[in-house]
């Protein structure tokens, strides 16, 4: 069975504070995916990035970047220089490769960034 | 058409009383997916179209609850007898399908019901 867990319920930074989201799944899988998105307020859910379990490069995106490491099972997501703008609850999400690729949701973490 | 619709935005019904819940997906878009968040929780998958055909259901889904997508374009989602259990914000999504299968999910702004 898949399971994410993100162990930090809520997180609470000062603008430009660097921040560090922690996320750590299960599959039996050898091929998934990876995912994190973002739900502001309005309650959709935004999508950031997908990752490859066959491709461990992390990725930068803005003041986005994202630590992918197979041996311990986790995708940690890093705000660099956070906004107020970033306050918000982040889902991290593992999917199979194949067949119908439903998400396997983490409970995710509330960020609240303050001026 | 910039996006992933649900309709109604919000509703209240009273115990007991049938809702139904619509999803118009991305145009192209062949998968739709239905989700169910709770207050503090991820989302937790309900069930998956692919065209017409309804793929896969989740436990979750209940016999009071039904789903259809009849022409392959939008999906409702029907709640019979509803239960204060249902309360709960239900989340639509659509994906285009390829060979690798590799496209991400769009989420539409979701339906948030409320059971009194």
């Known amino acids: 069975a898949q399971k994410v867990t993100q162990a930090q319920t809520e997180i609470s930074v000062v603008e430009k504070e660097d921040v560090t989201l922690d996320c750590v799944y299960e599959?039996?899988?050898?091929?998934?995916?990876l995912f994190w998105y973002k739900q502001p307020p309005s309650g959709e859910l935004v999508f950031l990035i997908r990752?490859?379990?066959?491709?461990?490069q992390n990725e930068i995106s803005g003041r986005y970047s994202w630590n992918f490491q197979k041996s311990t099972s986790s995708f940690n997501f890093t705000i660099t220089a956070s906004q107020v703008v970033d306050s918000a609850v982040y889902f991290c999400?593992?999917?199979?490769?194949?067949?119908?690729?439903?998400?396997?949701f983490g409970t995710g973490t509330r960020l609240l960034v303050s001026p | 058409d910039t996006g992933v619709s649900q309709n109604p935005r919000h509703k209240i019904t009273k115990r007991g009383q049938n809702v139904t819940f619509r999803c118009d997906p991305i145009s192209e878009h062949n998968r739709l997916y239905w989700y169910r968040q709770t207050l503090g929780q991820g989302p937790e998958f309900l069930t998956y179209f692919q065209n017409e055909a309804q793929l896969e259901k989740s436990r979750l889904l209940s016999d009071r609850f039904s789903a259809e997508r009849p022409k392959g374009s939008f999906s409702t989602l029907e709640i019979q007898r509803t239960e204060q259990g249902d309360s709960a914000m239900y989340l639509c999504?659509?994906?285009?399908?390829?060979?690798?299968?590799?496209?991400?999910?769009?989420f539409g702004q979701g339906t948030r019901l409320t059971v009194v």
């Open positions: 990752r490859n379990s066959f491709d461990e």
């Open positions: 999504a659509s994906r285009a399908g390829d060979i690798k299968g590799t496209t991400e999910a769009f």
């Open positions: 999400a593992l999917s199979e490769a194949g067949g119908f690729q439903k998400l396997v």
């Open positions: 599959t039996r899988d050898t091929t998934y995916y």
